[in-house]
C-alpha cells in the first residue's frame, strides 16, 4: 500500500521548529541537548544555515569508538555534513526510500533553504502506520455498509 500523506502534514501535526546547535558546540553540550529534549539528533546551524546533522550514532562512531574526549571535540568535526533533506511535497513513502538507500534517521525538512523541521523515522512510520490505520478503518466500514457477507 503506497501512503499519500506529505512530510508537510506530518509537520502540521507534529509541529513545525527543530532542535539545532551551533557547529562550535562540544559533543558533550549537543548530548546535553539531545538528552533534556529527548531527541536523537540535532540540526548544525550556522546563520540560519544547515551545515549538517549530529546524531547519537555520529557520537558512538566518531568520539567514543576514537577515543576522542565529549568534551574537547566540536560537533563540526563529528555532523555528517551534506544531510539528507526533503521538501514539505514530498511523500512519506518518498520518505522511506529515502531513509532506506541513504542509511539515515532523520530528514531535515527544507522550503527554499529554510529548515522548517526534521523528520525522524520514528515519524514516518507512525504516520504512515496512522494512515494504514485509517484506510482498514474505511474499507470496514465500506464492507459492513455493503452487506457484504463473507
Do not use: W
Not at 71 to 99: A, F, W, Y
Amino acid at each position: 500500500m503506497s501512503t499519500t500523506k506529505t512530510v508537510g502534514q506530518v509537520l502540521k501535526v507534529k509541529g513545525f521548529g527543530y532542535h539545532g546547535v551551533g557547529p562550535d558546540a562540544t559533543a558533550y553540550d549537543a548530548l546535553e541537548i539531545m538528552d533534556e529534549k529527548n531527541i536523537g539528533a540535532l540540526l548544525v546551524v550556522e546563520n540560519g544555515k544547515l551545515l549538517g546533522v549530529f546524531s547519537e550514532r555520529d557520537y558512538a562512531r566518531k568520539v567514543i569508538l576514537k577515543g576522542r574526549s565529549s568534551k574537547n571535540t566540536t560537533v563540526r568535526d563529528l555532523m555528517s555534513g551534506q544531510p539528507v533533506v526533503v521538501e514539505p511535497g514530498r511523500t512519506l513513502q518518498e520518505c522511506m526510500v529515502l531513509m532506506t538507500e541513504r542509511r539515515v534517521r532523520h530528514l531535515p525538512v527544507l522550503e527554499n533553504d529554510v529548515i522548517l523541521g526534521m523528520l525522524s523515522i520514528g515519524d514516518v512510520v507512525n504516520a504512515i502506520i496512522s494512515e494504514q490505520g485509517s484506510t482498514i478503518e474505511e474499507l470496514e466500514e465500506y464492507i459492513a455498509g455493503t452487506g457484504y457477507r463473507a
